[in-house]
């Protein structure tokens, strides 16, 4: 009967996120919301674990008055979002939570920025990439969740979008010129077909390394 009421509150609006739906089916409690009077027990690691955007990027613009950008991005950010990875893996962590985090760490990341820019600092940036689902799959929660992990790590990301044809894929990756290119698809063989027609199209894709698996 309970699990009725809290797939009804889901498909109601009533639970936000269906934070306390996949909550209850993780085996765990669900965290309650955040309150003034609270707020300031929560940890900058809670509030990404848990894909309070507001609270982490508050919490991340208070960090800075003691820390600098590198270390928190070092010894507080990216633990945060291995464990939150390292619950997907053991089946603990579901993919809304998976995507929430990675959003809740982007708002960090973006109060890092500015204040990297507000000192005159350069933002630390690891290369491009280019991301697409691939021609035949509409679906891209998983893009997504790339995209913006990826993004969170420091990279450029251009997003090509779904159901993406290999003619546009090429385009791009010879205007842009990226660092690799991640292709997705839910089908077994997309990608492998996705290679196939990107190879036949240029050939020296294939040298340069940029569609190894």
Not at 1 to 29: I, K, N, Q
Not at 48 to 72: F, K, N, P
Not at 88 to 97: D, H
Not at 105 to 131: D, E, H, M, T
Request: hydrophobic fraction near 45%; proline fraction near 6%; include cysteine.
């Amino acid at each position: 009967m309970m699990d009725a009421v809290a797939a009804f509150r889901v498909l109601s609006g009533e639970d936000a996120g269906c934070r306390a739906y996949v909550d209850r089916f993780a085996g765990a409690a669900a965290p309650p919301p955040a309150s003034p009077g609270g707020a300031a027990e929560m940890t900058l690691e809670d509030a990404v674990s848990r894909g309070l955007q507001a609270d982490a990027a508050r919490l991340a613009r208070e960090a800075l008055a003691e820390e600098d950008e590198l270390r928190l991005v070092e010894t507080r950010l990216i633990p945060a979002l291995d464990r939150v990875g390292e619950g997907y893996e053991r089946g603990t962590v579901f993919l809304p939570q998976l995507l929430s985090a990675a959003q809740a760490a982007q708002a960090v990341f973006s109060v890092l920025r500015a204040s990297l820019a507000a000192k005159g600092g350069a933002p630390v940036k690891k290369g491009s990439l280019i991301v697409a689902t691939v021609q035949g799959d509409i679906h891209d929660i998983g893009k997504n969740i790339v995209k913006t992990v990826l993004e969170n790590y420091g990279y450029r990301v251009l997003d090509l979008g779904r159901d993406v044809p290999p003619e546009t894929v090429v385009q791009a990756v010879l205007e842009r010129k990226p660092s690799l290119l991640p292709q997705i698809d839910r089908v077994e063989d997309g990608v492998d077909r996705m290679r196939k027609k990107l190879i036949d199209s240029q050939p020296a894709f294939e040298v340069r390394g940029m569609l190894q698996n």
